[in-house]
């Protein structure tokens, strides 16, 4: 979680002038474009667990929205419980080929992530694919290819999986979505797993998400694979 000074600033910043941040940025998450709009900053953190805590991690997350169609992120995650500070950075570009299609309904974006893994001193999986978003109503939607889930995995051999996800805006200001993925090599058909995450987030003040998460494996020892997240965003002109 951010407890930077920093941070604290920013929160106030957003705090006070949450009509203009409800202006560049909407409140509803399933209403939000898939990028982030030109010139908006995002700085982030999560932290993450597994069932009985031995393994405890720190994901710090920069983004920007270069143009109205074209974003960057940078995640980096590292261990906790060693006090390891090497980790994994990625750098996810997005670029909107699609945005209000089929009515306003149907945003697609091309994604591609890669990074290095300081602590193995190895590069990480190439990751490339569609981030989708179909719009079902103003309160459900349908997603797939999120940063960090991209369909096509080069590690060096190509792995295809295909991310579903169900979004529900079920109040102004809270948005739930459960996600899973299919995988298989060649058929995109669930053999041995069964992952599942549910990520429940508020929209506390415009310019601040705060969310949580739990996943599992349905198919694998569902307790043992029990995986738990808390963050934080800022939006920022």
Do not use: W
């Not at 597994?50 to 270069?66: F, K, Q, R, V």
């Not at 889930?149 to 579903?164: D, G, R, W, Y």
Request: aromatic share 6%.
């Amino acid at each position: 979680m951010l407890t930077t000074r920093s941070s604290i600033v920013l929160f106030l910043l957003a705090a006070a002038s949450p009509a203009h941040a409800d202006e560049i940025y909407a409140r509803a998450v399933i209403a939000r474009p898939l990028t982030l709009p030109s010139r908006i900053a995002m700085l982030g953190a999560d932290a993450t667990g597994n069932h009985d805590l031995s393994a405890l991690g720190g994901a710090p997350i920069i983004g920007y929205g270069i143009t109205d169609k074209l974003e960057v992120q940078v995640p980096y995650a590292f261990a906790t419980r060693d006090f390891e500070a090497r980790g994994a950075l990625d750098v996810d570009v997005g670029y909107a080929l699609l945005r209000g299609a089929l009515g306003g309904k149907l945003e697609v974006i091309a994604r591609a992530r890669a990074g290095y893994d300081m602590l193995a001193e190895d590069a990480r999986p190439v990751l490339v694919g569609l981030h989708a978003q179909y719009n079902v109503t103003d309160r459900l939607a349908l997603i797939s290819g999120a940063p960090g889930t991209e369909q096509v995995q080069i590690s060096p051999a190509v792995v295809f999986s295909l991310p579903l996800g169900i979004g529900v805006q079920a109040s102004d200001t809270i948005y739930l979505q459960l996600d899973t993925k299919l995988v298989s090599d060649t058929t995109l058909i669930v053999r041995d797993a069964v992952p599942a995450t549910l990520t429940v987030l508020c929209n506390v003040v415009p310019a601040l998400d705060v969310q949580a998460a739990l996943g599992t494996d349905f198919m694998n020892a569902p307790g043992d694979n029990l995986a738990f997240l808390v963050g934080a965003r800022f939006y920022l002109l």
